[in-house]
C-alpha cells in the first residue's frame, strides 16, 4: 500500500465532516436544497427530463430512494411527472420553473461560499483540484461498480 493512502483517507473524511459542518452553520447556505434534490435537479437541468431509474443510476442510488426523493421534489414543486412521448406506459421526471428558480439559488450560494472558502487559491490550484476531485469521483464510482460484476 502506498504510504500516502492512510492520510488521504483521513483528509477525504475530514473533508465530508467539515462540508457537512459548513452547511449546516452557513448562513447563506439556509433555504438552499439539500444535497440529493441538488444533484436530482442539477441532473434534469443538465440532461433533461428522465425516467426514475435514469436518475438512479446517473445518482447511484436504488431506484425506491430517488421515487423518495422525486416525490418529495413534486411536492414542493420542484418537478413534474409526464409520460414518455416514446413509451406512454413510462413516466419522466422533469425540472418545473420552480425547480430551476431553486436550484439557481442553491447553485449561487454555494458558489458564494467556494469562492470565499478558494478565494486564495491559484487559478491553477483550482484546476487541479477540480480534476483531482473528479479523478477521485470515477475511481470511486469504478470501484463500486467493478465490485457488484
Same mark, same amino acid.
Given at each position: 500500500? &502506498?504510504?500516502?493512502?492512510?492520510? $488521504?483517507?483521513?483528509?477525504?473524511?475530514? #473533508? +465530508?465532516? #467539515?462540508? *457537512?459542518?459548513?452547511?449546516?452553520?452557513?448562513?447563506? +447556505?439556509?433555504?438552499?436544497?439539500?444535497?440529493?434534490?441538488? %444533484?436530482?435537479?442539477?441532473?434534469? *437541468?443538465?440532461?433533461?427530463?428522465?425516467?426514475? =431509474?435514469?436518475?438512479? &443510476?446517473?445518482?447511484?442510488?436504488?431506484?425506491?430512494? $430517488?421515487?423518495?426523493?422525486? +416525490?418529495?421534489?413534486?411536492?414542493?414543486?420542484? $418537478?413534474?411527472?409526464?409520460? *414518455?412521448?416514446?413509451?406512454?406506459?413510462?413516466?419522466?421526471?422533469?425540472?418545473?420553473?420552480?425547480?430551476? &428558480?431553486?436550484?439557481?439559488? !442553491?447553485?449561487?450560494?454555494?458558489?458564494? $461560499?467556494?469562492? /470565499?472558502? +478558494?478565494g486564495s487559491?491559484? !487559478? /491553477?490550484? %483550482?484546476?487541479?483540484?477540480?480534476?483531482?476531485?473528479? =479523478?477521485?469521483?470515477? !475511481? %470511486?464510482?469504478? !470501484?463500486? &461498480?467493478?465490485k457488484r460484476?
Open positions: 500500500m &502506498d504510504p500516502a493512502i492512510p492520510d $488521504v483517507e483521513r483528509q477525504v473524511a475530514l #473533508l +465530508l465532516r #467539515l462540508a *457537512d459542518r459548513n452547511r449546516r452553520r452557513s448562513r447563506r +447556505l439556509e433555504g438552499t436544497l439539500e444535497r440529493s434534490a441538488y %444533484l436530482t435537479l442539477s441532473r434534469l *437541468d443538465e440532461h433533461g427530463p428522465a425516467g426514475l =431509474h435514469e436518475i438512479a &443510476d446517473h445518482l447511484r442510488l436504488d431506484a425506491s430512494t $430517488v421515487t423518495r426523493q422525486v +416525490l418529495q421534489l413534486e411536492e414542493a414543486g420542484f $418537478v413534474e411527472r409526464g409520460r *414518455d412521448e416514446a413509451d406512454a406506459r413510462r413516466s419522466v421526471i422533469a425540472i418545473s420553473a420552480a425547480g430551476r &428558480d431553486a436550484l439557481e439559488h !442553491s447553485r449561487a450560494a454555494r458558489w458564494e $461560499v467556494y469562492s /470565499d472558502v +478558494l487559491w491559484t !487559478s /491553477d490550484e %483550482l484546476t487541479s483540484l477540480a480534476g483531482s476531485l473528479q =479523478h477521485l469521483n470515477a !475511481s %470511486l464510482d469504478a !470501484s463500486i &461498480d467493478k460484476g
